[in-house]
């Protein structure tokens, strides 16, 4: 099973396969990473070789016992000294979540999840739908059927929603990954490794860069994969000591429950080899079959909250929010993809390949390829341990999973693969061990020590900064405190109209006239933007719905193929047909755009002032503003400059009303 597992490193993790399959994805970055590689693994291959003929001839200038030392403290430490170290973990992690994410919701992931938990923090499970969605619509966020819940399974939000209620929600995500690296350190403790490996391992997990960053978001990854750890130190307990069994077993079905809360495709891939692992040792009588039934009622009670918030959100226990709105297309497994081409097993290969690839860089950063220490102690191991057996195959089935999965799960790294890395740390850690069990010369596993620790400090050094660099200065848009903006500008009280781009208009158009989420994309992708206007605006004036604007569109159909994006507007999505009409009015949208425009999702956050913010549509903002006849107008938007601030606009009703004439 090793060495399978670092074949499949070996390959994936090393080959541009992605590159060699025709159409879908590829990785045109590829050439560039493995020249870093080579330049890299060179200069840490050039000191290991010095190392190895150095430590030869004057073995004494090794001096084993310094690590052998610290070791030995971090075990007779226990506990004071595994909290020690998440304490170091959480310190960290907010830095990264308040220096380089600015401790604000990044991704719309983040965004919606970030809405639901204050929907749950309120005491309710959703929100009254309002009349007219499209100014208030967002993507991965459900309004209709008379409610608004975003799409995601109710474990995330909730672990946010503990934020919430403490007025800390971003240090949700720094707590999760300190409270992991303790669960991992105890975990650790209780398989039979030596002390200096098993504190590399508990080190090299819990700061490795791909760690602490998603540790620093309010991605949903950190808090499953820490009930994960949870789940693994129980069922370590469970099989190993008989007095803590059945505890163990419950609290390790539990943690597996509220994982698959979180993120239930991760939870199965781990449960279910632990399952088999209990059911198997069920056969050694009576308490190890109290164990099993334990740690499945440990289960039940978790999943039985999950299907609860379902029903009460969809109308059924078992269908989620994703399925509720993008269909059968978001399941696993080989079909149409909700926006964008068919899954197939090929493209399955090309995201596992791009997966296994991106890890190479993210999980320490470090010069030359971060997996290669984990496959060879992988390929080269004698000894395997039964939990090693558990933790392969839950990351095996992890790896078929998102095979199978149609999503490229790019996000600060590949973000699903994030329960792959406490045991690629372990592995990793492992190596020095793995090369002595084959005799290998004591100069050589010395050597291959120091070059791991050379190829981290480099990383460190050199790449670390530039990520960290590179996070901070990206979706500056999604930063702004708007609140605080608002308080400066005197707005209070207001209606806030928030000027998108011409393309987010037109989608959010589409939901409210009832088009699906996966139906609107297709009609965005394929039509010519300003008949999309033109007739959007039709059906709205006639009061007419999805059916009656894709029977409109329906003549149109053959010239998708004809349509392309102008990459040289501010919103590259917008797409033309050569022989598409120009009207006016498409025109002024155009000019708009140029004259910059922000996003709205961000400001579904806002609380502050009692303002309201709702999208800007023009002439059609007519139906919800004179809901608030008494509230003053404003505009909010941006200049095109990126980097650019938010800025307020005072907007006069009788300007408006001259615009909306026009249009």
């Given at each position: 099973?090793?060495?399978?597992?670092?074949?499949?490193?070996?390959?994936?993790?090393?080959?541009?396969?992605a590159?060699?399959?025709?159409?879908?994805h590829?990785?045109?970055?590829?050439?560039?990473?493995?020249?870093?590689?080579l330049?890299g693994?060179?200069?840490?291959l050039?000191?290991?070789?010095?190392?190895?003929?150095?430590?030869?001839?004057?073995?004494?200038?090794w001096r084993?016992?310094?690590?052998?030392?610290?070791?030995?403290?971090?075990?007779?430490?226990?506990?004071?000294?595994?909290?020690?170290?998440?304490?170091?973990v959480?310190?960290?992690?907010?830095?990264?979540?308040?220096?380089?994410?600015?401790?604000?919701?990044?991704?719309?992931?983040?965004?919606?999840?970030?809405?639901?938990?204050?929907?749950?923090?309120?005491?309710?499970?959703?929100?009254?739908?309002?009349a007219?969605?499209?100014?208030?619509?967002?993507?991965h966020?459900?309004?209709?059927n008379?409610?608004?819940?975003?799409?995601?399974?109710?474990?995330?939000p909730?672990?946010?929603?503990?934020?919430?209620?403490?007025h800390a929600?971003?240090?949700?995500?720094?707590?999760?990954?300190?409270?992991?690296?303790y669960?991992f350190?105890?975990?650790?403790?209780?398989?039979d490794?030596?002390?200096?490996?098993?504190?590399?391992?508990?080190?090299?997990?819990?700061?490795?860069?791909?760690?602490?960053?998603?540790?620093g978001?309010?991605?949903?990854?950190?808090t499953a994969?820490?009930?994960?750890?949870?789940?693994?130190?129980?069922?370590?307990?469970?099989?190993?000591?008989?007095?803590?069994?059945?505890?163990?077993?419950?609290?390790m079905?539990?943690?597996?429950?509220?994982?698959?809360?979180i993120?239930?495709?991760d939870a199965?891939?781990?449960?279910?080899?632990a399952?088999?692992?209990?059911?198997?040792?069920?056969?050694?009588?009576?308490?190890?079959?109290?164990?099993?039934?334990?740690?499945?009622?440990?289960?039940?009670?978790?999943?039985?909250?999950?299907?609860?918030v379902?029903?009460?959100?969809?109308?059924?226990?078992?269908?989620?929010?994703?399925?509720?709105?993008?269909?059968k297309?978001?399941?696993?497994?080989?079909h149409?993809?909700?926006?964008?081409?068919?899954h197939?097993?090929?493209?399955?290969?090309?995201?596992?390949?791009?997966?296994?690839?991106?890890?190479?860089?993210?999980f320490?950063?470090?010069?030359?390829?971060s997996?290669?220490?984990?496959?060879?102690?992988?390929g080269?191991?004698?000894r395997?341990?039964?939990f090693?057996?558990?933790a392969?195959?839950?990351?095996?089935?992890?790896?078929v999973?998102?095979?199978?999965?149609?999503?490229?799960?790019?996000?600060?790294g590949p973000?699903?693969?994030?329960?792959?890395?406490p045991?690629?740390a372990?592995?990793?850690?492992?190596?020095?061990?793995?090369?002595?069990?084959?005799?290998?010369?004591?100069?050589?596993?010395?050597?291959?020590?120091?070059?791991?620790?050379?190829a981290?400090?480099?990383?460190?050094v050199?790449?670390?900064?530039?990520?960290?660099?590179?996070?901070t200065n990206?979706?500056?848009?999604?930063?702004?405190?708007?609140?605080?903006?608002?308080?400066?500008?005197?707005v209070?009280d207001?209606?806030?109209?928030?000027?998108?781009?011409?393309?987010?208009?037109?989608m959010?158009?589409?939901?409210?006239?009832?088009?699906?989420?996966?139906?609107a994309?297709?009609?965005?992708?394929?039509?010519?933007?300003?008949?999309?206007?033109?007739?959007?605006?039709?059906?709205?004036?006639?009061?007419?719905?999805?059916?009656?604007?894709?029977?409109?569109l329906a003549?149109?159909?053959?010239?998708?193929?004809?349509?392309?994006?102008?990459?040289?507007?501010?919103?590259?999505?917008?797409?033309?047909?050569?022989?598409?009409?120009?009207?006016?009015?498409?025109?002024?949208?155009?000019?708009?755009?140029?004259?910059g425009?922000?996003?709205?999702?961000?400001?579904?956050?806002?609380?502050?002032?009692?303002?309201?913010?709702?999208?800007d549509?023009?002439?059609r903002?007519?139906?919800?503003?004179?809901?608030?006849?008494?509230?003053?107008?404003?505009?909010?938007?941006?200049?095109?400059?990126?980097?650019?601030?938010?800025?307020?606009?005072?907007v006069?009703?009788?300007?408006m009303?001259?615009?909306?004439?026009?249009?």
């Amino acid at each position: 099973m090793t060495q399978v597992a670092a074949l499949i490193l070996l390959v994936f993790g090393l080959l541009p396969i992605a590159n060699w399959i025709p159409g879908g994805h590829d990785a045109p970055w590829y050439g560039e990473r493995l020249a870093g590689w080579l330049s890299g693994g060179g200069i840490v291959l050039g000191v290991g070789i010095i190392a190895a003929i150095t430590l030869r001839r004057n073995p004494g200038l090794w001096r084993s016992g310094v690590w052998a030392g610290v070791a030995a403290r971090w075990r007779t430490g226990n506990r004071r000294a595994d909290a020690g170290i998440a304490l170091a973990v959480f310190a960290v992690c907010a830095v990264v979540a308040r220096l380089v994410f600015s401790g604000r919701p990044l991704l719309i992931d983040e965004i919606i999840s970030l809405y639901q938990a204050r929907i749950f923090a309120a005491g309710r499970l959703w929100l009254p739908a309002p009349a007219f969605t499209e100014f208030t619509s967002a993507m991965h966020l459900l309004d209709w059927n008379g409610k608004v819940y975003g799409q995601f399974p109710a474990g995330g939000p909730a672990m946010l929603a503990i934020g919430t209620l403490l007025h800390a929600e971003w240090l949700v995500g720094p707590a999760a990954t300190a409270i992991g690296a303790y669960l991992f350190a105890r975990l650790l403790r209780h398989l039979d490794l030596r002390d200096g490996t098993a504190l590399a391992a508990l080190l090299l997990y819990a700061f490795a860069p791909f760690t602490v960053f998603l540790g620093g978001s309010m991605m949903n990854h950190v808090t499953a994969t820490t009930w994960l750890l949870g789940a693994a130190l129980g069922l370590v307990i469970a099989t190993s000591d008989a007095r803590a069994r059945p505890r163990a077993a419950l609290a390790m079905g539990f943690a597996f429950g509220v994982a698959a809360t979180i993120r239930p495709t991760d939870a199965a891939a781990f449960a279910i080899p632990a399952a088999i692992w209990l059911i198997w040792r069920a056969r050694g009588g009576s308490a190890h079959v109290r164990a099993l039934l334990l740690s499945g009622a440990g289960v039940a009670i978790p999943i039985a909250l999950l299907l609860w918030v379902n029903l009460h959100q969809t109308g059924s226990p078992f269908r989620f929010g994703y399925i509720e709105m993008w269909g059968k297309s978001h399941e696993i497994g080989f079909h149409a993809a909700p926006w964008g081409e068919a899954h197939t097993p090929a493209r399955g290969i090309e995201l596992i390949n791009l997966y296994l690839l991106r890890l190479q860089d993210y999980f320490f950063e470090s010069a030359g390829p971060s997996l290669v220490f984990a496959t060879l102690a992988l390929g080269l191991t004698i000894r395997r341990r039964a939990f090693d057996r558990w933790a392969l195959a839950g990351s095996g089935l992890l790896l078929v999973a998102y095979f199978a999965y149609w999503h490229d799960g790019f996000y600060l790294g590949p973000r699903f693969m994030l329960p792959l890395a406490p045991w690629l740390a372990l592995w990793t850690a492992r190596l020095p061990a793995v090369l002595e069990e084959r005799h290998v010369a004591p100069a050589i596993v010395r050597a291959t020590v120091v070059a791991g620790v050379t190829a981290l400090l480099l990383g460190a050094v050199v790449a670390v900064p530039l990520r960290a660099r590179q996070y901070t200065n990206g979706m500056l848009s999604m930063r702004f405190d708007v609140d605080r903006l608002a308080a400066a500008n005197g707005v209070h009280d207001a209606v806030v109209l928030v000027r998108e781009s011409w393309g987010g208009q037109l989608m959010a158009r589409l939901w409210g006239l009832g088009v699906s989420r996966t139906d609107a994309e297709h009609l965005y992708r394929t039509n010519d933007a300003c008949r999309l206007e033109l007739t959007i605006s039709a059906t709205e004036r006639d009061g007419g719905g999805s059916d009656e604007l894709q029977r409109r569109l329906a003549p149109f159909h053959a010239d998708s193929a004809r349509v392309r994006a102008d990459r040289t507007l501010p919103d590259t999505t917008v797409r033309f047909a050569p022989d598409g009409p120009r009207a006016e009015l498409c025109q002024r949208r155009l000019i708009e755009d140029r004259s910059g425009f922000t996003l709205y999702p961000p400001l579904l956050l806002a609380r502050g002032a009692n303002n309201i913010f709702l999208r800007d549509l023009h002439a059609r903002d007519s139906l919800v503003l004179v809901r608030y006849p008494q509230r003053s107008i404003w505009l909010l938007m941006k200049d095109p400059a990126v980097g650019s601030p938010l800025r307020f606009e005072r907007v006069s009703p009788d300007s408006m009303l001259r615009e909306w004439q026009r249009d």
